[in-house]
């Protein structure tokens, strides 16, 4: 989902020479402290929905602070970028990455922002601000929020090259699901246009500079991604599944059953197993829906089984441990491989039993 559009040049607040803010001033006016000289009313932070959206936007506000007044000719790359875009990414942010145009004394040149104290026992850490001078852009700079970023599809490539491989892959997912619009009920349509944006994407990442760090891995990272999936959470369990030798899974299986049509998360078709995350944004936020998903998923599951389906289900704590989630699917496909095998010599042996017609 896009980012809601902050105009930050409005909403921040800078010291100067005519507006001096002391330590005092600032708390006796509710101010913020973002960073040295820039503030933020509290009231801004108060309106966002979740801590996420809080840290998101303080994130975003450093950003436009760093290429603004601090690094002006810098431009966001990497996953800062993606935050920056509203791309849903796996860990929280650490480091803003910028592209500096100039050389510099070395390839890589870091500094620190400061913690952002929000309250007494509420503190957003101190984030690294790190500026190179790589070529890692191929597409035209943006300006969502009025920050100088590279585009989405840079953002998703730059981050490749920068960030872990899980982030990235994640990331990646994220990407290509907005620039497909993909939508499982033009499913075919959704997927040609989806590799239409992979082919986009690795003539990117061929074009990076032999000595590019990680290039080779990028275009596994892109040929992996998954546009089906739909959140976070999802494009974890994809990676989990395939870094852990399970190639065989699929997204968004089609199931018919019964005059009914099932997407599960992720299947299996040949073995028969489906395979779904059970994650808080399925069962809404107040006690009719979650009462009315979690039966609905109750009557799915049994419809799924009726339909001669295994379903495995997992939740956020069990992506902390990929191995046991890689150890369960395995031993349900060796399961369902050896049922498999049975069914189709015990058929055998009934033609080869049966009297000539």
């Known amino acids: ?32 402290a973002l960073g040295k000289g820039f503030y933020v009313a509290r009231y801004i932070l108060e309106e966002l929905p979740d801590k996420w959206a809080v840290i998101n936007f303080i994130n975003r506000a450093r950003a436009w602070i760093l290429t603004r007044y601090r690094h002006s000719k810098c431009i966001v790359i990497g996953h800062a970028a993606c935050v920056v875009h509203g791309i849903s990414t796996l860990s929280s942010l650490t480091t803003i990455d910028l592209l500096h145009p100039a050389p510099l004394n070395s390839t890589t040149s870091t500094s620190f922002l400061p913690p952002v104290q929000l ?17 890692l852009l191929s597409e035209p700079v943006t300006f969502p929020h009025g920050i100088r970023c590279c585009s989405l599809k840079d953002a998703a490539i ?7 491989t899980a982030n990235s892959h994640v990331v990646m997912c994220g990407v290509l699901r907005i ?40 275009s596994h990272i892109i040929e992996g ?6 959140s976070v959470a999802e494009r974890h369990l994809l990676w989990i599944m395939r870094e852990g030798g399970i190639t065989e899974v699929c997204t968004q299986m089609k199931v018919l059953h019964d005059g009914y049509t099932f997407f599960t998360d992720f299947g299996i078709p ?49 992506l902390r441990s990929p191995e046991r989630i890689v150890a369960e699917i395995r031993l349900h496909m060796e399961r369902a491989y050896a049922r498999k095998v049975l069914f189709s010599s015990s058929a055998d042996r009934q033609f080869s039993s049966a009297p000539p017609g």
């Open 1 to 32: 989902m896009p980012a809601v559009a902050f105009d930050f040049d409005k909403i921040l607040i800078r010291s100067s020479r005519d507006r001096r803010i002391s330590q005092e001033k600032a708390t006796s006016m509710n101010l913020i």
């Open 119 to 135: 309250s007494e026992n509420d503190v957003i850490p101190a984030i690294t601000v790190r500026r190179h001078n790589r070529q």
């Open 158 to 164: 730059s981050t490749g090259v920068l960030d872990d």
């Open 179 to 218: 620039l497909s619009r993909f939508d499982r009920r033009e499913y075919d349509m959704s997927r040609k246009r989806e590799d239409a944006v992979r082919k986009d994407l690795l003539l990117l990442a061929r074009k990076l500079p032999e000595r590019t760090r990680n290039k080779k891995h990028l």
């Open 225 to 230: 991604a998954d546009a089906a999936c739909e």
């Open 270 to 318: 040949d073995l028969r197993i489906a395979i779904e995350f059970d994650g808080r944004s399925k069962h809404g936020t107040d006690a009719d829906d979650i009462f009315a998903s979690l039966e609905a998923q109750q009557y799915r599951q049994k419809k799924l089984e009726a339909a001669g389906f295994t379903v495995l289900r997992f939740v956020w704590k069990d």
